[in-house]
Nanobody, 128 residues
Framework: VQLQASGGGTVQAGGSLRLSCAAS????????VGWFRQAPGKERELVAS????????RYASDVQGRFTISTDNAKNSMYLQMNSLKPEDTAVYYC??????????????????????WGQGTEVTVSS
């Protein structure tokens, strides 16, 4: 599956952004999906993920309650709605997807290793 992320930009602290990720080659309905971010000098970290069943979600503790991950099967797209943004949310954000065959359909990934398809990244800058 090929992924194309978009929607990044510069926003003031307290503002909102919505990231989008369009897929081609496979439908999101058969994939576990996730958003990750990597700040300068730091490792890539999970922001949020959805299980292949699209029933379970997982959020990093520092975005819980502020960010929402979602999918739209009709548009074959996934989204990350980011509210109450903070300067520490500044990073390059990546979308990822994988069918995770061999895993239970309700398995919600905690990290990057299960994902084999990645978008190119979209940069988010939050100014104070």
């Amino acid at each position: 599956v090929q992924l194309q992320a978009s929607g990044g930009g510069t926003v003031q602290a307290g503002g909102s952004l919505r990231l989008s990720c369009a897929a081609s080659g496979r439908t999101f309905s058969s994939l576990a999906v996730g958003w990750f971010r990597q700040a300068p000098g730091k490792e890539r970290e999970l922001v949020a993920s959805i299980s292949r069943s699209h029933i379970n979600t997982r959020y990093a503790s520092d975005v819980q309650g502020r960010f929402t991950i979602s999918t739209d099967n009709a548009k074959n797209s996934m989204y990350l709605q980011m509210n109450s943004l903070k300067p520490e949310d500044t990073a390059v954000y990546y979308c990822a997807a994988d069918p995770l065959w061999g895993r239970h359909s309700d398995y919600t990934p905690r990290g990057a290793s299960p994902f084999r398809s990645w978008g190119q990244g979209t940069e988010v800058t939050v100014s104070s």
